[in-house]
């Protein structure tokens, strides 16, 4: 999606804007607004108020509403009304984050900034320039702006947070209350308006889209497991984040999308790779909550055959966006094109190449490789115990859930999206390990597992304890 503060694909930024500020004149509109003055007061002062932020702004960024000439996606009432203003809500928390920068204390983090992060937000840089000169000057110009509010509020304010291995954990459990949030909305949903998220046997969620949804829910399963693998075993939050492993595995099935399958699939191999026995006793739990739940939709396996029986729906999008880039290999075609047409191009690669031409597929690959240089450092880093092993893998897993989703849907290509904040996310992650291989053995934080802690610590404020960064090599 390129729509940047319309949340409804079919009407313009500016259309989105008006509604947003004409629905705050009515009573309900202000009492809502003075609701929500109040909490972004607390996202602006409160020393939690940029985690809370964050939470907020990936759970919205779950919810969107698309072409609906297919079926009817309309939510019950609260999550529609939510859904409608999603877009100008995060753009507004997301202005609130960046200028809690100013408030933040001190970090001993000297490394927030890697390459990666400078690449994808050059390339982002070059995408909306592109698209504000010679499509939409307005979207392109507001994209930007996000791209940067982006760029500040988790690689800086909430990147240098993580200053230790339990502000690792914090930072990642951000992921793991909005999937929780998440998967009460779409429960909800499917129990009050069943019909309106479920399209040919296929779940389409508050996200309206079957293959958003099955990123949405690879992400949040990678995430999930990590959070579960970490808590110690009385902590009732390990046990909510394993109920939830199931019934995120069983959104993945339901909607039968082959990308969101491999993504999954990817994942889970990626990080557990050879520990059979810690992927066994996640697996016994999650399959036994899949199936349960699964008992209470009938339908929720009837997509299982799209895996093994649908054609490829591919081919003839990307041999249109290969033979778009022929005819504008150097520069592409993104000044010939409407919004709507703009979306529709569903690889990364092959988008860039159709959009932007050549200038932006260097750009692009240049961002890749930044990136996937990273595996062998982080898989080194792993194998000399220069990092937690389960943080390791979850980023390392992260990456190769990232590369696989990007060829087979435009996600590098979007604009404020859940795709593109997981990446600002992802880097956060990157840097803080990065950094912390090259900490001495006597500053490192140590296993969290190995102490009694509660899950109410991983959002305690940190700002009395010695962090292990305070002396490095």
Do not use: H
Not at 54 to 65: D, E, G, P, R, W
Not at 84 to 106: G, I, N, Q, W
Not at 283 to 307: K, M
Not at 310 to 320: C, E, H, I, S
């Amino acid at each position: 999606m390129i729509s940047v503060l319309a949340q409804n694909s079919n009407i313009s930024v500016t259309e989105s804007i008006r509604f947003a500020f004409e629905s705050l004149l009515t009573p309900a509109g202000f009492a809502a607004a003075l609701l929500g003055s109040t909490l972004l007061a607390f996202i602006l002062l409160w020393r939690n108020g940029p985690v809370l932020g964050a939470v907020i702004v990936v759970f919205l960024m779950t919810m969107m509403q698309l072409n609906d000439r297919w079926f009817d996606n309309t939510l019950i009432a609260p999550l529609q009304k939510l859904r409608d203003f999603a877009k100008f809500t995060t753009v507004v928390v997301l202005a609130t984050m960046t200028l809690s920068a100013l408030f933040v204390r001190p970090s001993t983090r000297t490394q927030l900034v890697r390459l990666p992060v400078v690449m994808f937000f050059i390339f982002q840089t070059l995408y909306m320039w592109r698209l504000g000169i010679e499509n939409d000057l307005v979207r392109g110009g507001l994209g930007w702006l996000t791209t940067i509010m982006l760029l500040v509020s988790f690689t800086f304010v909430l990147g240098r947070r993580i200053e230790d291995d339990r502000g690792f954990d914090r930072f990642v459990s951000i992921f793991g209350y909005a999937s929780i949030v998440y998967i009460a909305a779409n429960l909800l949903q499917l129990g009050l308006g069943y019909r309106n998220v479920v399209a040919g046997n296929r779940l389409m969620g508050i996200s309206g889209n079957a293959q958003l949804m099955a990123y949405i829910c690879s992400i949040f399963l990678l995430t999930n497991v990590y959070l579960f693998s970490r808590l110690p075993l009385g902590s009732a939050m390990r046990w909510l984040y394993g109920l939830s492993i199931g019934v995120l595995g069983l959104f993945v099935i339901w909607t039968g999308s082959r990308t969101g399958a491999l993504c999954a699939a990817t994942g889970m191999l990626a990080y557990f790779r050879l520990r059979v026995g810690s992927f066994a006793l996640i697996g016994v739990l999650g399959a036994a909550v899949l199936f349960a739940v699964a008992s209470f939709f009938s339908e929720s396996f009837d997509g299982v055959s799209r895996f093994l029986e649908g054609g490829n729906t591919r081919r003839d999008v990307w041999l249109q966006a290969w033979s778009e880039f022929t005819s504008a290999p150097l520069f592409g075609t993104i000044g010939l094109r409407d919004d709507e047409s703009v979306s529709t191009i569903e690889s990364s690669y092959l988008a860039t190449l159709s959009l932007l031409g050549a200038t932006g597929g260097v750009v692009l690959l240049a961002s890749v490789f930044s990136i996937l240089f990273m595996l062998p450092k982080l898989a080194y880093y792993r194998w000399v115990s220069r990092v937690v092993p389960e943080q390791a893998d979850l980023v390392i897993a992260s990456i190769a859930v990232v590369m696989v989703g990007s060829v087979f849907e435009g996600f590098f290509l979007g604009i404020l999206s859940f795709a593109v904040v997981w990446m600002y996310a992802l880097f956060a992650l990157c840097a803080y390990l990065l950094e912390r291989a090259t900490w001495s053995d006597d500053d490192s934080a140590g296993d969290p597992d190995d102490q009694d802690r509660e899950e109410s610590e991983f959002l305690e404020d940190d700002s009395e304890r010695p962090s292990p960064a305070t002396t490095t090599l």
